[in-house]
């Protein structure tokens, strides 16, 4: 499957997750089938919030997240 078809997943929220930490900041997605760390980048709302995120390219579970202010986008 090529980048251009894989799925992408975004999750539309006004509050970001309790308990997510900061992009940068995750070990692992939490899942024993998935691999760790093997995480994949992106920028918009998933996970609640406008930011930067990583997520689990295996289950698609996002692992972390930073969010920015108005004055920041």
Same mark, same amino acid.
């Given at each position: 499957?090529?980048?251009?078809?894989?799925?992408?997943?975004?999750?539309?929220?006004?509050?970001?997750?309790?308990?997510?930490?900061?992009? /940068?900041?995750?070990?692992? +997605?939490?899942?024993?089938?998935?691999?760790?760390?093997?995480? =994949?980048? $992106?920028?918009?709302? *998933?996970?609640?919030?406008? /930011?930067?995120?990583?997520? +689990?390219?295996?289950?698609?579970?996002?692992?972390?997240?930073? =969010?920015? $202010?108005?004055?920041? *986008?």
């Amino acid at each position: 499957m090529s980048e251009r078809d894989k799925p992408m997943l975004h999750i539309d929220s006004a509050v970001k997750r309790e308990g997510l930490p900061d992009m /940068g900041e995750a070990v692992a +997605c939490g899942r024993p089938r998935c691999p760790a760390p093997n995480f =994949e980048v $992106g920028f918009g709302l *998933a996970g609640g919030g406008y /930011g930067p995120y990583e997520y +689990c390219e295996i289950c698609g579970e996002i692992v972390s997240k930073t =969010e920015l $202010g108005d004055d920041e *986008a």
